[in-house]
């Protein structure tokens, strides 16, 4: 994280003052002084660096250059949407990426699971916004049964909630089809077919349920892939969430409100990792055993 912080602090600087875009009709050379003296912006980068880990530690993460509205509460009222948006999109991943990827492995000579495949694969390659452009065109202009901006009524979480979930179920699916073609060629399996266990036990027994232990390492990292996604989705659909506000931040150069959207983003991608370790030690005994 503290790696990621000075990375972002750099970077930001490096890409130019933020007045350039807040004034783009110019300024002069007083007032750019002005305005850079009032943000401490007029002081050398290693200063500036201090005087923003001072700061952060004391719980102040600074405010926007744009709104002077503090950045946790930016982030904070934008959140709700963002999880919202999230939880929805991993919770039908979940429920279609896992069945899908367990049956195209069961049955992977059909035509139908070769079918399914080959559409995660498209889901897999192709960008959020391309889906989401692609689904407001379809169920927003030509049938027009679908709204497309906002997030005021449960509808409007339809086109959002799909778009980001698309290439997530592509991911679970694939990670669930190769787990399980691994785990039918092992012995384990290979005895329980001798010993008359049906293939419905069988799948569900010992191949199943083996392979969703792997699979959670990969659903840990699709929450990370989520917040990713969210950035697009909510620039294509126009949605209140933190994407939009880190979007904004960028074309803007608001360095607090971007800073303090990196920090909280490697903060939950370390968290999550922790808590995917801790799972899987759980889930899976073997591990304890070799460490």
Do not use: C
């Amino acid at each position: 994280m503290f790696i990621v912080l000075i990375i972002a602090f750099v970077t930001l600087r490096l890409s130019g003052t933020p007045f350039d875009m807040m004034y783009p009709e110019g300024l002069t050379d007083e007032q750019l002084d002005a305005l850079q003296a009032k943000h401490g912006l007029d002081k050398p980068w290693l200063q500036q660096f201090w005087l923003y880990i001072s700061e952060m530690f004391r719980g102040n993460f600074g405010s926007s250059l744009y709104t002077s509205e503090p950045v946790w509460k930016m982030y904070a009222d934008r959140m709700p949407y963002t999880l919202t948006l999230g939880a929805l999109a991993l919770f039908l991943a979940i429920l279609i990426g896992i069945p899908m990827g367990a049956l195209s492995a069961l049955y992977r000579t059909s035509f139908g699971a070769r079918s399914g495949m080959g559409l995660a694969f498209l889901g897999y390659a192709v960008p959020h916004f391309v889906i989401g452009i692609s689904l407001i065109l379809f169920f927003g202009y030509y049938l027009r049964i679908l709204p497309t901006t906002g997030l005021s009524t449960a509808k409007h979480y339809i086109l959002p909630t799909v778009t980001l979930a698309i290439p997530i179920i592509a991911a679970i699916a694939r990670f669930m089809r190769a787990a399980m073609l691994d785990g039918i060629g092992e012995n384990h399996v290979s005895t329980a077919v001798s010993k008359g266990l049906s293939d419905g036990e069988t799948a569900r027994t010992h191949i199943f349920r083996n392979a969703l232990i792997p699979l959670t390492t990969v659903l840990g990292l699709e929450v990370a892939g989520i917040m990713n996604g969210s950035i697009f989705v909510e620039a294509v659909f126009a949605l209140p969430g933190v994407g939009r506000i880190l979007v904004d931040s960028v074309t803007g150069r608001d360095y607090p409100v971007l800073q303090f959207g990196l920090i909280a983003y490697a903060l939950i991608v370390v968290i999550l990792n922790f808590i995917i370790d801790i799972v899987y030690v759980i889930l899976d005994p073997r591990i304890r055993l070799e460490t």
